[in-house]
């Protein structure tokens, strides 16, 4: 007995998987957006029967990570497996029950029944023409017909197959036009059934048990690798003695295949897909290699390129809301390895590959203002924003927007990631200084000394302020260091330098008044072997 209710339960879960699936669509709610990555929370609603039962979700992204796939079920179901695939059609059975699918289905078997009808025409035209042509041999090889009865026949038998070939000509083109109609209805089959969402391939199929018919609430997450953001900024300034409005921003964006609509959006500095094995050191052994030439500017001057803004003739993207109300509609949770931004604005976020600004707050920064300038590299004054204590802010590197004195000068990068105890914000180049570096010529020279050469160089850094107030400014130069024995410097002159005798960087910390010029020299002597040629000097 025990036997036959085994045998009679095995064949009813048969039965039961044997039926058609389940369609079901999904609806994005929540979205975290990590920087390289996203986890999308979506829900469904479906009516089930008691027993064994195939769900197909639709609207899901179209690459995810399977194994990062949770089914949120009442108590009541159990779900016994969960499949992802892009190639429903293909791999499982199509819903033909759909009423697009069978519009385009009834529309195809009637324009296979038009064509059906066109090649007969052609058929039986093209018999007809052979008829005629056998006849035509029959009549020449029949010398009793008069000139008058052939000519007639000649012409009946020219204008009649004229009409045939032109008739079949009609009939071509009208079976090449149905094939071409033919062609399109497969593929409005194609994606109606791959591509039921319009955009997601995306399936997910689940096999579940259903212990008590009736309405069932699915919530699906999953990881996927095809969305991202990242920070940028717009800075604000009036003038040298207020302080920064800075609108934090982030740029989103996802490919996934379904469109976000009115979700729920957090954005977090973390990175889901970075390795989290701890690095363990292995014995460092030294050994020889090819010597490295550098050229260029040095270490100091790199550092100057990117404290530099870089000006371009972008717009600045208009808020998406009043700036006093962004900040009260986020929330900032600082954890021990990120941050996340929780935005309880709804956002439409399309899967168009396009990045989609999204305001998060806004953040007045106390800032002290200074000008600084390194000539040997740029001849230009950069207005610098020093920020204290700003880890408080959570910033994380981005581009951003300056606006000084409400226009636009330009772009600049935010790093907060250094040691330095202030934060140094580029606020743009500034015209009304000028600035000079001037090789003094008698000054300046090359000698000759048994097998050594000696060069002197000189320079007048000349550097006036021509606005209607008074400024301070840092600026900075360099004299070259030795790496190798041979080649000795010598500081001829500083004018009162502060000197960082490691790097070579002197420092002057000047007050200018309105209309004030005023004038460093430098002087430096390098003297190497006279046989020996030093490619950056």
């Known amino acids: 007995m025990k036997k036959i209710l085994l045998i009679l339960t095995l064949f009813t ?27 999308l929370s979506q829900s469904t609603s479906l009516t089930l029967p ?36 892009q190639n429903y059609i293909s791999e499982y059975e199509i819903d033909e029950s759909n009423p697009t699918i069978k519009k385009v289905r009834d529309s195809i078997t009637l324009v296979k029944k038009e064509i059906e009808k066109v090649q007969i025409e052609k058929i039986s035209h093209s018999k007809t023409i052979e008829l005629l042509d056998k006849n035509q041999q029959v009549a020449g090889q029949n010398s009793g017909l008069s000139v008058t009865e052939l000519m007639k026949l000649v012409d009946y038998y020219k204008a009649k197959r004229t009409e045939l070939n032109n008739a079949i000509t009609v009939f071509q083109e009208k079976e090449n036009k149905l094939n071409e109609k033919l062609a399109k209805l497969n593929s409005k089959l194609e994606i109606n059934t791959k591509n039921e969402e319009k955009t997601s391939r995306g399936k997910l199929i689940l096999q579940v048990m259903n212990e008590v018919a009736g309405n069932v609430n699915l919530d699906i997450k999953y990881m996927t690798n095809i969305a991202s953001w990242q920070p940028f900024y717009d800075l604000r300034a009036e003038n040298i003695k207020e302080p920064i409005n800075m609108m934090y921003k982030a740029k989103v964006i996802q490919n996934t295949g379904i469109d976000w609509k009115k979700v729920k959006l957090t954005l977090s500095s973390g990175n889901p897909n970075q390795n989290n094995e701890a690095p363990i050191l292995q014995a460092w052994f030294l050994r020889y290699g090819n010597p490295m030439v550098a050229y260029g500017y040095s270490n100091q001057n790199a550092t100057m390129n990117r404290i530099q803004g870089k000006v371009s003739g972008l717009k600045v993207q208009a808020d998406e809301m009043e700036d006093s109300t962004i900040s009260n509609y986020t929330t900032v949770n600082e954890n021990q390895l990120n941050v996340s931004f929780d935005i309880d604005i709804p956002y439409d976020i399309l899967s168009n590959g396009k990045a989609h600004s999204v305001a998060l707050k806004e953040i007045k920064l106390p800032a002290s203002y200074r000008y600084y300038a390194v000539p040997r590299v740029e001849k230009e004054a950069f207005l610098l924003a020093q920020i204290n204590d700003y880890s408080k802010f959570n910033l994380l590197p981005g581009e951003a927007n300056i606006i000084f004195e409400g226009m636009y000068v330009g772009k600049t990068f ?7 105890d202030t934060l140094s914000l580029s606020m743009g180049r500034d015209k009304k200084i000028s600035i000079k570096r001037e090789k003094v010529t008698d000054k300046s020279g090359t000698k000759f000394l048994s097998s050594y050469k000696e060069q002197t160089f000189t320079y007048d850094i000349t550097v006036r302020n021509n606005k209607k107030e008074a400024i301070e400014m840092l ?10 024995k041979e080649i000795t410097i010598e500081v001829l002159e500083k004018d009162k330098a502060k000197v960082n005798e490691e790097t070579g960087v002197m420092t002057w910390e000047l007050k200018l008044a309105p209309n004030e010029t005023k004038k460093i020299r430098i002087s430096y002597k390098v003297r190497y072997p006279k046989d020996k040629i030093i490619d950056n000097l």
């Open 13 to 39: 879960s048969v039965i039961a998987l044997a039926q058609k699936p389940i369609f079901t669509s999904a609806k994005v709610n929540a979205a975290t957006v990590y920087t390289n990555g996203a986890e």
């Open 50 to 85: 008691k027993g064994t039962s195939e769900i197909v979700i639709k609207n899901v992204a179209d690459y995810l990570n399977e194994n990062t796939v949770q089914i949120g079920a009442p108590s009541s179901l159990t779900v016994l497996s969960v499949q992802f695939t």
């Open 414 to 420: 935010i790093n907060p990631n250094q040691t330095a």
């Open 475 to 484: 600026l900075k130069d360099q004299y070259p260091i030795s790496t190798d």
